[in-house]
């Protein structure tokens, strides 16, 4: 089945260390998303991506670093700068507008992978 | 911005009985609006959504529909079940280049009892 795999599930970081969270996906999706999950606050996003070898910033993307090498990995990287990084994070794809079949029907659809839950010690 | 409000949880209702969960946003032209659902130590998924005013979403029993003149999108079910204990966010999307930018609600906790 298709669908997006995150990893590791649960993380345990020391304060100063940076640390890389995975995601893939199988679903052929172009665009790639990491949200960040915070108790009572909803989802925020972090980073997004279109294509391959492009990324662009959200509305929380301080501390945080990522890659789009291949279309179906998309690694967000928590670095020592982040200031608060414990928290549930989420990452998700989708289409693009306008891909084939006509029109944007489905493009606004994310899928979700089951979450990463990162705490530091 | 966009911005989504919905209404504070936790929710506590008894096996049966009628759900209604608010939601109103605030966004420029004419978003798409969503329903997702999150399980206990899971991702979200999918609920329902509707992409334009006066469109009902419906799925699993859960229905919204999409009032423009009252810019609100809540959510409703006739009678729930235990396994319906769940996590509710309302979202609305907007399209920034070519991918999808979603705006979540900071979620309603629905928890049913037998």
């Known amino acids: 089945d298709g669908g997006i795999t995150q990893s590791p599930k649960y993380l345990f970081r020391k304060e100063g260390q940076n640390v890389t969270l995975s995601c893939e996906q199988n679903l052929n999706h172009d665009a790639m998303y990491w949200y960040r999950q915070d108790p009572g606050q909803g989802l925020r996003l972090i980073y997004y991506?279109?294509?391959?070898?492009?990324?662009q910033k959200g509305d929380i993307a301080e501390g945080y670093s990522v890659s789009r090498e291949k279309k179906e990995s998309f690694p967000l990287t928590v670095t020592s700068a982040q200031k608060n990084p414990t928290a549930f994070y989420l990452c998700?794809?989708?289409?693009?507008?306008?891909?084939?079949?006509?029109?944007?029907?489905?493009?606004?659809?994310?899928?979700f992978g089951a979450g990463s839950r990162l705490t530091v010690l | 911005g966009d911005s989504v409000t919905q209404m504070e949880g936790p929710v506590t209702l008894s096996e049966e009985a009628f759900l209604t969960i608010n939601c109103t946003y605030t966004?420029?032209?004419?978003?798409?609006l969503f329903w997702y659902v999150q399980y206990p130590g899971e991702g979200l998924q999918l609920l329902l959504k509707a992409t334009k005013a006066d469109d009902k979403g419906s799925n699993k029993g859960f229905e919204a529909t999409y009032r423009k003149e009252t810019t609100s999108f809540h959510l409703e079910k006739g009678s729930v079940q235990v396994s319906d204990s769940a996590v509710y966010f309302c979202a609305l999307s907007t399209y920034t280049g070519t991918a999808s930018k979603l705006t979540f609600g900071t979620g309603t906790r629905l928890q049913v009892t037998l």
């Open positions: 991506s279109q294509i391959v070898n492009d990324f």
């Open positions: 998700a794809s989708s289409i693009v507008r306008g891909y084939s079949g006509g029109g944007f029907s489905g493009a606004n659809v994310l899928t």
């Open positions: 966004a420029t032209g004419y978003p798409s």
